[in-house]
C-alpha cells in the first residue's frame, strides 16, 4: 500500500470504529474516501497535514429540544438538529429537512455532501445542514407555525447572514421557511439573508422555487450536448412528487422528454401519455395530497401502491430520482438496467446506495452524483444571498441563466477532473475531487482552527 492508501485505510477503520452506529454518515464518507486516493498521491500536503480526519469531523453539532403544542392541546416535543459542518469557503449554507427519519446520521450526511456541492457552485458558502424528526404530515397550519417558531427559538442562537444561512429541503418549503423568518425577525432583526428559499412576497429570489429540478435537468442537458444528444423524445422517470420532483418534470418536458412516471411514500404512478404536471402540481403543492389522486383525473394512469418506482417494468432511458436517501438499491439498479436506462442523474441526496451505483458504472449507466446534479438548489440560494445584499432583486431571466451556466460549468468541471484522476465520466470521483480540492486549499490557507 502507498503511504496515501494506508492513511484513508486507518482512518476509514478509525471511523468505523467511532461511528458504526451512524450508517448514511459512513456511506457518504465512504463514497468520498473510496475516489479521492489519485487527488491525494499528486498533494500530499493534505496528508501530511491529516487534513481528511479534519474534514469529516464537523466544525460543530447543535442538537436541542423542540416543545410545541398541538391543536388538541397536548405538549409535544421533538429533537432539532444543525450541523455547522464546514466554514472554510464562507457561512455555514444547507437546508433543514423536517422528517421522522431525521436523526444524527442523516444531517451528518447531507451535511458533509453539502460541503462538495456548495464548493462545486464556486459560490462563498461552507456546509451544513439541519432539521428535525418532527413529520408535517396530517399537521394543521396552526401547528406548523407554533412548531416553526419554536424551532426557531433556539436555532436563532447559532445563525445569521456571516453565520449559517439555513434554507429548505424534505417537509421545509416556502411555508415553512415564511414561519421560521418571522419568528428570527421577532427575536433578532430584519435580516433578510438569514434564511433562503423565502417567498417572493419578501426578499425571496426568482426561480429558487425551480432551482434544484431545473439545475438537474440542465446537467443532464449539458451531459447529453457532449455526446450530441439532446432530450427530446428521451422517456424519464422521476421519483418523488415534492419541490425538487416537480421542476425536474416541468424543465424535462419543456425540453421535450416525455417523463412517464413519479411517485411518493404511498406508491408511484405510471402514465404513458406523459405525465400531467398541472394535475400533480395542484394535488401537491395546492392540497397537499397523495399521489394517487392523479387518477381521479387521469383514469387511464395506473397507480401501484406501496410500490418503488425503480421496481416499475416500464422502459426509459432516463432515470430522476428525486424523493429520499437510499431508495435504489443494487435489485432496483439491476431492474432500472433491464428496463433500459441510460442515465441516472439524482435530484435527491444519496437516492442510490453504493453497491446499486457500483453496479450502474459496471453497466456503462452515466451516473450523476447528486452533490453535483442537485446543486441548483443551493446555487440559487447563493444567488438569493447576493440579491438580498444588494437590496435588489434580480429578473427570472437573469437568475434562470446564471442557473444554468452554473450548473454546464459544474457538469465540465466534474468531467475533466474525472479525465484528470479517474475514468471518462466517473463524475462520482470526478465531483469529489473537484469539490474536495477548493475546500482543502482554503483549509491549509486558513491553518488548523
Ligand atoms: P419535498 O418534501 O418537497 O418532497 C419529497 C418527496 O419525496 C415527496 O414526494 C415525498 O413523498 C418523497 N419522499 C420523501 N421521503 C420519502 C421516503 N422515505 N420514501 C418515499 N418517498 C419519500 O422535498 P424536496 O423535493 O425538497 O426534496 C427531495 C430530495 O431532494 C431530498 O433528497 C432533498 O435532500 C433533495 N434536495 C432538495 C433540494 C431543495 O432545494 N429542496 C436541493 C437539493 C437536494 P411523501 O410526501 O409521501 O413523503
Ligand atoms: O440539499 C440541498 O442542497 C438543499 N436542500 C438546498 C440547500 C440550500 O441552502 O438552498
Not at 28 to 55: H, I, M, R
Not at 78 to 94: C, D, E, H, I
Not at 208 to 224: D, I, P, Q
Request: hydrophobic residues 40%; proline residues 4%.
Amino acid at each position: 500500500m502507498t503511504e496515501v492508501q494506508t492513511y484513508l485505510y486507518e482512518l476509514k477503520i478509525k471511523l468505523e470504529q467511532n461511528y458504526a452506529h451512524q450508517p448514511e454518515f459512513m456511506q457518504a464518507v465512504d463514497e468520498f474516501l473510496g475516489t479521492v486516493a489519485p487527488f491525494l498521491e499528486k498533494n500530499p500536503q493534505y496528508v501530511a497535514n491529516n487534513l481528511l480526519e479534519l474534514l469529516v469531523i464537523p466544525e460543530r453539532i447543535i442538537e436541542f429540544r423542540v416543545p410545541w403544542q398541538a391543536d388538541t392541546g397536548d405538549w409535544k416535543v421533538n429533537t432539532g438538529f444543525r450541523v455547522q459542518y464546514n466554514s472554510a469557503l464562507g457561512p455555514y449554507k444547507g437546508g433543514l429537512r423536517f422528517h421522522p427519519t431525521v436523526n444524527q446520521s442523516i444531517v451528518k450526511f447531507l451535511g458533509f455532501e453539502q460541503i462538495f456541492k456548495n464548493s462545486l457552485t464556486q459560490l462563498p458558502i461552507g456546509g451544513g445542514k439541519g432539521g428535525s424528526d418532527f413529520d408535517p404530515k396530517g399537521k394543521s397550519n396552526a401547528e406548523i407555525m407554533r412548531f416553526c417558531q419554536s424551532f426557531m427559538q433556539e436555532l436563532q442562537k447559532y445563525i445569521g447572514p456571516n453565520q449559517d444561512v439555513p434554507a429548505g429541503d424534505i417537509g421545509v418549503g416556502g411555508r415553512e421557511i415564511g414561519y421560521l423568518f418571522g419568528e428570527y425577525k421577532r427575536l433578532n432583526s430584519y435580516q433578510a439573508g438569514v434564511l433562503t428559499g423565502k417567498p417572493l412576497a419578501f426578499w425571496g429570489s426568482l426561480a429558487r422555487t425551480e432551482a434544484t429540478g431545473y439545475g438537474l435537468v440542465y446537467f443532464v442537458k449539458h451531459l447529453l450536448a457532449d455526446i450530441n444528444e439532446t432530450l427530446q423524445n428521451k422517456k424519464v422517470i422521476v421519483s418523488g412528487s415534492g419541490n425538487v420532483a416537480i421542476y425536474a418534470i416541468e424543465k424535462a418536458q419543456a425540453l421535450g422528454a416525455k417523463v412517464i412516471g413519479c411517485s411518493d411514500s404511498s406508491g408511484y404512478i405510471i402514465d404513458n401519455e406523459g405525465i400531467d404536471l398541472a394535475t400533480v402540481k395542484e394535488i401537491k403543492e395546492v392540497k397537499r395530497g397523495r399521489i394517487n389522486e392523479y387518477l381521479t383525473i387521469h383514469p387511464h394512469a395506473q397507480f401501484f401502491e406501496g410500490q418503488n418506482i425503480w421496481e416499475t417494468h416500464e422502459k426509459y432511458e432516463i432515470a430522476l430520482p428525486c424523493a429520499t436517501q437510499n431508495e435504489i438499491s443494487a435489485e432496483q439498479a439491476q431492474n432500472m438496467i433491464a428496463q433500459g436506462v441510460k442515465i441516472v442523474a439524482e435530484g435527491a441526496n444519496m437516492p442510490t446506495t453504493l453497491t446499486a451505483v457500483t453496479i450502474l458504472k459496471e453497466n456503462q449507466v452515466i451516473y450523476c452524483p447528486g452533490k453535483a446534479a442537485n446543486a441548483g438548489g443551493v446555487s440559487v440560494s447563493g444567488l438569493e444571498m447576493s440579491q438580498n445584499s444588494q437590496r435588489l432583486p434580480w429578473t427570472f431571466e437573469e437568475v434562470d441563466e446564471k442557473l444554468d451556466e452554473i450548473m454546464e460549468n459544474i457538469y465540465k468541471k466534474c468531467r475533466d477532473t474525472a479525465n484528470e484522476y479517474s475514468t471518462p465520466m466517473d463524475l462520482m470521483a470526478g465531483a469529489n475531487i473537484a469539490g474536495f480540492e477548493r475546500v482543502a486549499l482554503a483549509m491549509t490557507l486558513q491553518g488548523l482552527v
